[in-house]
């Protein structure tokens, strides 16, 4: 089976987009998935995202760490598939279907704009905040805790002013080189802190996006680019 795709990255954290409004698919299993991102025998990836037929959306997303395992949420992916689905329907806004909200998406001043909705605070202690995206967070101020293997980690760096350096470990997928969910993660922390909801520049080791809004609707923008096209064999057994 010959499976088209594309390469996208945001800020180094790289994806291959799976097209099922336009072509079929085959299983979604685990060994697909581990197969097709190992960056050796495969094509390479953080993470699998695949466009699917919605009902109350212009496309819903699933999303497959490399690892195999299924994420709920990814910033960066929503944004490079947002800036496919733009250039197909030739709109300048789309929403997309995850499997616990319904988010908007549309070209912005420094790129691929989207609003990502709530984050909820679970837990607070000087050294960690805990923030749920979608999926879960744990913004760490200082290392003095263990970080937990089950949730996806942010590791301030620096900060000076609105402008904040993470290192990424993301559940699923070890170390990459940027976060959408975990940018917006870091900075609501900083909210719940310092008590104010001004925009932030979050610089990952790939880049950087800028988060803004509030706690009730976060909102993620930054650069997007397709890196190359091609056609996958799988082999069906």
Known sequence: MLIPFTKMQAQGNDFIVLNALEHDLPEL????????????????????????PSKEADAAMRIFNNDGSEAANCGNGLRCVAHLLMAELDVQEVTIALADRV?????????????????????????CVQIDMG???????????????????EMITGQVADHVYIDIIERG???TLACGTGACATAAAIWSVE???????????????????DMNQLILEGSVSITFTGH????IH
């Open 103 to 127: 988010v908007s998406a549309s070209h912005g001043k420094h790129g691929v704009r989207v609003e990502m909705g709530e984050a909820v605070l679970e837990h607070k202690s000087e050294a």
């Open 29 to 52: 299993s685990q060994d697909f998935i581990r197969t097709i991102t190992e960056r050796r025998y495969g094509i390479g990836c953080d993470q699998l995202l695949a466009l699917l």
């Open 135 to 153: 999926n879960p967070h744990s913004v760490f101020f200082e290392a003095t805790e263990d970080f937990p293997s089950n949730r996806n980690i």
């Open 173 to 175: 997928s070890g170390r």
């Open 232 to 235: 996958y064999y799988w082999e």
């Open 195 to 213: 008590k104010h909801h001004r925009p932030q520049t979050i610089e990952m080791p790939g880049g950087k996006v800028i988060v803004s809004g």
